[in-house]
């Protein structure tokens, strides 16, 4: 597989989309500047940005900007998906800013951000966002350009068939997800994984850790025995970790760190000290995926059948069972939540108007709007509050 930078990538990315910020909502500079210290010091060279994530390039450019250009590799990622650029030119505008931010003349990859999600895919072939990113790469304004995956398997491969000036591809993977049914939907599915081999392409991993959520499954007694029967010095996130840095045609593996405990946690672990996955330890992680899969409470196969036939509080019923279930599986109530909140803005549980619409049309005849109650119950804390809080 082929390391289209040329210069040794390492295992560890950071994902700078989290970095520390205090309660007003301002980047805490001190502490972003240990933590790319830190992580220049450790050999953690790839830094993972977007112009909107919340100005986190001005903070990029920054703490950088005393380290030689040719030293690190900055991704940049321009966004069709949730109708924020609609114009070429606005995409110009928003990739000159991008490098006016990170202080610099050129990204060393540009990706086209969330590829898949619904209308996003439409919305760079009516623009033909193919042709810009090509003329980034042509100008030197970007080495390399690629794309941010989170959609069904079958998209991508049309993807990667119709267009193979696509050098890299950014998906979403980790050993749940690649075990069960879970994130087929997202681009998380080994699928997913296979058709970026199948076309040759390195892949840049995301959430191997599932959003955080892999962080808590020794919640459950017999996932915890078996992990320390195994290792007993290994945390279920290095588990997770080095399950995604092993696998084949991985350039480097994503972690958003917001701490430097979490830096210097995750340079042990993908740093010189990395342990390969062995089959052995693959199989475990399999069988513990498939134990947390069982720990679903709620038989939802996510039909749509109680909203499709219309249910008229305009409720996402099984997006809020899937929270439910989340947050059985993996006992984190601060990253469910995290899923939770965006699908309850326009309609939540407590709109709820007791018709039985839903549970007369649902083919598994679940107690629907017990089970709603019952999520917003554990999951719904109030307006206005900071997600990211140990709640």
Known sequence: MENIFGRPVPKLGFGCMRLPESQDGNYIEEECQEMFDYAMAHGINYFDSAWHYTDSQLMIGQCLEKYPRESYILVG?????????????????????????????????ELIHALGNPGSLE????????????????SGRAKHIGISFHSYPENLEKILKEH???????????????????????????????ICRKYNKPVIIMEPIKGGTLSTVAKHSEVKE????????????????????????VLTVLSGMSTIEQMKENCEILGENFKPITEDEKEMLAEVAKIVERKKPVGCT??????????PAGIKIPEVLSCLNMLN????????????????????????LSCGSCERECPQKLPIMKLIREADEKLYIGENVDLWANH
Not at 79 to 107: S, V
């Open 77 to 109: 990622k321009v966004c069709f998906h949730d109708g924020t650029l609609e114009t070429i030119e606005q995409a110009e505008e928003a990739f000159e800013k991008e490098l006016n931010d990170a202080r610099t003349d050129y990204m060393d990859l």
């Open 123 to 138: 919305r760079v072939e009516e623009l033909d966002v193919w042709s810009f990113m090509k003329e980034l790469k042509a």
């Open 164 to 194: 193979p000036e696509i050098e890299v591809v950014q998906i979403q993977a980790n050993y749940y997800d690649h075990n069960t049914d879970g994130a087929v939907a997202q681009g998380g599915s080994y699928e997913t994984y296979e």
């Open 226 to 249: 078996m992990l320390e029967a195994a290792d007993q010095a290994q945390s279920p996130s290095a588990w997770a970790l080095r399950y995604a840095a092993s696998l084949d045609g």
């Open 302 to 311: 996510g039909c749509h059948y109680c909203t499709d036939k219309g249910c």
């Open 329 to 352: 599986q993996f006992n984190n109530p601060r990253m469910t939540r995290m899923k939770y909140y965006p699908v309850i803005e326009e309609s939540s549980p407590r709109d709820c």
